[in-house]
């Protein structure tokens, strides 16, 4: 039969968990958790908030005797700006693969550095690209056109002069 | 006695001590006085912060070459070389754009010696990169990962993985052609977990690809910034990184008993001679560890020091030795080849063909086929894979010899020229036929990142070595037929992407019949 009458505690008796180690796991405790969160707000600091890359908008000017369908690469841009009988269109040249700079092929570009090939309209044909070349928005203002890298639009829109 | 005499003695006593004062610095800092007793000799060790990394003694099957082929000091004398070269080039090289290439040039062709320590360095950094992997390579095929060196197993991952990003983030610091190309194809590879969240369609929620590039880059072009974060991890955060971890892989080796070797290592070194006895007869659960005998379950437990010789003069003086010979093998390749310089790195035309440094070309191989499993999904196979090892090896048959275990050396032959075959099989294949792309032009990227040559080599590889691991009723066999596999690839995949890969990633025999550009 199991003995039922409580034995009266004693201030001398084991607690459950001793008052030093409480104190100490506690202590422990509070210091992870304030290196946890220091190391959070540190790691904070290496993303940057504002990139110092250049304006993705840039204004063209397209040359009077550009052919129909060759390209216009401005100067310092990776983009190409096209004219063609519906009118004028802007695409990528950074590969969707591993953003090197593809150039102008007879049957479309192809890539310097792991041989994807696209289409003229941009789309895959050949290689490790996983998506077609982006055709970029493109705006018309007077004369000039306004390209914004950042903004991508379906491959067969075009604007009028 | 009188004053006059006093002063005299104090005075007198003042000059011995003055010309005895070099004598006792050197007797403070090396208490243990000249190593020429097996007691000196120890505290030459113990005594000594950066020696007592070490044991006091070596087990003589440690010491025997073909033990290690001395692949781990190689390794050790390479990073030194590649600091002390590294710290002297810091003193002309500036971390700014086109300022850095310019910087390089000067130390190339202005700076006195400078070509020659930018060339040591160079050499020192491949040779390291080689010495680690042959390290690991000969731990492996020893058995030397077993319990109870897990954990340094592991830490020698580490050391692997910081070794190539040392490499990697030197790369750039140039801010040539080669340096601006690699690394933004590196830094792209970084993005690369996008193929996987784009074919899902969640890259707008998690984009663990994007914010890996802008960590890496600080901006999302490789700019100004990229360039100080590179130099950042390449002088402070990875050397510290790979000096604490060099420390604990070092002191790991004494706390494990020293190099691994097999259990019948003594017999074979040489019977034991009649006048000496064994300091343990009945092998106590006690251990013998610098001079206090405790209990314990480290591997020094119920071992004597039979056939130990003191580390001073014999581990230190093989070392040293390693370390003239790896010194002498950069220098004679500094004086044969200059470090490459290409032109002003111009982020409007990509080098062509644009290649990786030549431990990533096997990597760069697999990405031309999918970015996100040949940069980011298979090496994180690899790594995890290689990690597991000694948890799932738990046998202790053929420990510390060659190709010990079942199967022994005919596996590793039947293993490698399997591997080799496979590699080289399913690569003539892409060559020559092309890949899914190619066929089907419209078909999910998800399916070429699921189906590509570097996945179906690593099946390949797996259901090998688990019928090895059926074969031979043994995860030692199955774990020789993968690792020897996977090296395989590795060195068929580095030389195709070394040599025979030109312009626009095309298959070339011989960079003869590149065509003009």
Request: glycine share 12%; proline share 16%.
């Given at each position: 039969m199991r003995q039922t009458t409580a034995t009266p505690s004693s201030r001398l008796d084991p607690e459950p968990v001793a008052r030093r180690d409480f104190l100490g796991i506690a202590s422990l405790a509070s210091m992870l958790s304030a290196m946890l969160l220091a190391g959070i707000g540190m790691l904070?600091?290496?993303?940057?908030?504002?990139?110092?890359?250049?304006?993705k908008k840039f204004s063209v000017q397209l040359p009077e005797s550009l052919p129909l369908g060759s390209p216009y690469v401005p100067p310092g841009r990776n983009v190409a700006v096209f004219r063609d009988a519906k009118g004028v269109y802007a695409m990528s040249l950074?590969?969707?693969?591993?953003g090197c700079i593809v150039k102008q092929a007879p049957d479309g570009f192809e890539c310097p550095c792991h041989g994807s090939r696209f289409a003229p309209?941009?789309?895959?044909?050949?290689?490790?690209?996983?998506?077609?070349l982006p055709c970029l928005r493109i705006t018309a203002a007077g004369d000039k056109f306004i390209v914004d890298e950042e903004v991508s639009v379906p491959a067969d829109t075009r604007v009028q002069a | 006695m009188s004053d006059q005499s006093r002063s005299d003695s104090a005075l007198r006593k003042f000059f011995t001590d003055l010309t005895r004062a070099p004598r006792r610095i050197y007797e403070a800092a090396?208490?243990?006085?000249?190593?020429?007793?097996d007691r000196t000799r120890s505290g030459f060790v113990f005594n000594n912060v950066f020696l007592h990394?070490?044991?006091v003694r070596t087990h003589r099957w440690s010491l025997r070459?073909?033990?290690?082929?001395?692949l781990g000091m190689a390794s050790t004398a390479a990073f030194l070389i590649a600091l002390v070269t590294g710290v002297l080039l810091?003193?002309?090289?500036?971390?700014?754009?086109d300022v850095a290439y310019n910087s390089i040039k000067d130390i190339h062709f202005?700076?006195?010696t400078g070509r020659f320590i930018r060339n040591i360095h160079r050499w020192s950094a491949n040779l390291m990169v080689l010495m680690v992997m042959l390290h690991m390579v000969r731990a492996f095929y020893t058995s030397a990962y077993r319990t109870p060196r897990e954990f340094n197993w592991l830490v020698g991952m580490g050391l692997l993985v910081v070794t190539l990003g040392l490499s990697f983030t030197g790369y750039?610091?140039?801010?040539d052609q080669l340096a601006y190309w690699a690394i933004t194809i590196g830094a792209n590879i970084a993005q690369s977990p996008r193929e996987l969240t784009d074919a899902l369609g969640v890259t707008s929620v998690v984009d663990v690809g994007g914010l890996q590039r802008q960590l890496l880059?600080?901006?999302?072009?490789?700019?100004e910034e990229a360039l100080i974060r590179f130099y950042l991890l390449h002088v402070m955060i990875l050397p510290l990184l790979i000096g604490v971890l060099m420390a604990v892989h070092f002191w790991r080796i004494r706390k494990d008993g020293g190099l691994t070797r097999p259990a019948d290592a003594d017999e074979r070194l040489e019977p034991r001679r009649p006048d000496v006895y064994p300091v343990?007869?009945?092998?106590?659960?006690k251990t013998y560890q610098l001079a206090a005998i405790v209990r314990g379950r480290?591997?020094?437990?119920?071992?004597?020091?039979?056939?130990t010789v003191p580390s001073m003069p014999h581990l230190f003086y093989a070392e040293l030795g390693v370390l003239m010979v790896t010194t002498l093998v950069c220098l004679a390749l500094s004086l044969a080849a200059d470090a490459p310089l290409k032109e002003l790195a111009n982020p409007?035309?990509?080098?062509?063909?644009?290649?990786?440094p030549w431990y990533f070309l096997g990597l760069q191989e697999l990405v031309s086929y999918s970015a996100f499993m040949g940069g980011v999904g298979l090496p994180a196979i690899a790594v995890i894979g290689l990690g597991l090892i000694p948890f799932l090896d738990r046998e202790q048959l053929g420990?510390?010899?060659?190709?010990?275990?079942?199967?022994g050396r005919w596996l590793a032959f039947r293993s490698a020229a399997f591997g080799l075959g496979l590699t080289l099989a399913i690569e003539v294949f892409a060559i020559r036929f092309g890949w899914i792309r190619e066929w089907y032009?419209?078909?999910?990227q998800l399916v070429i990142t699921v189906i590509n040559p570097g996945t179906i080599l690593a099946l390949g590889y797996a259901a090998y070595s688990l019928w090895l691991v059926k074969r031979y009723n043994s995860a030692r066999s199955g774990a020789m037929g993968l690792f020897t596999c996977a090296m395989c690839g590795f060195v068929v995949l580095t030389v195709i992407g070394t040599y025979f890969r030109g312009p626009n990633w095309g298959f070339f025999?011989?960079?003869?019949?590149w065509p003009t550009h």
């Open positions: 904070r600091l290496p993303k940057a908030a504002v990139l110092p890359s250049a304006s950074v590969c969707t693969h591993l309209d941009g789309s895959v044909s050949k290689g490790p690209a996983p998506k077609s | 090396f208490r243990s006085g000249a190593p020429v007793t990394l070490h044991p070459w073909t033990t290690t082929l001395g810091m003193f002309y090289y500036k971390p700014y754009p202005v700076v006195p750039l610091l140039p801010w880059l600080g901006s999302d072009t490789v700019g343990f007869t009945e092998a106590p659960q480290s591997s020094a437990v119920g071992r004597g020091p039979e056939n409007g035309v990509p080098e062509n063909p644009a290649k990786a420990s510390g010899a060659w190709f010990g275990g079942p199967g032009p419209h078909v999910p025999w011989s960079p003869a019949d």
